[in-house]
């Protein structure tokens, strides 16, 4: 399940695979062709407040909580859902981005994510419904 990130700046080449725009805004400038998205999760972007703090990379560490926070809420698990089919459907999916910074953004802290190297929170979300399905499926009757 390869996952990179590219910057919607840059251009776009079949070996990216499925583009997935994870910004809640369009990236200034550049037209919907030129992009070539196939996706926008907006609700996997952060949210506005957060975007406008998040300014110094010396804030990484404390963004990347909060936005992971994020990413739990009830809003984001259809985005989240989403994003997870298209990884399991697919060869390659490029998490596509504008911001400026490339290391320090939520695309980067997204695929940090997805690659396992940190959890979601579990109070809600996609991963407390696989939790509460497989406590579920584990409590019935005959299995």
Known sequence: MPVEIKRAYEKPLLSDGQRVLVDRLWPRG???????????LKNLAPSDALRKWFHSSANWMVFKKHYFKELSTPEAAADFQMLYNLIHDHE????????????????VALKELLDGIRKPPSSSGPAKAVAVSRRMAKRRPGR
């Open 30 to 40: 550049i037209s919907k062709e030129k992009a070539r998205i196939d996706h926008w």
């Open 92 to 107: 390659r999916i490029t998490l596509v981005y504008a911001s400026r910074d490339d290391e320090h953004n939520n695309a």
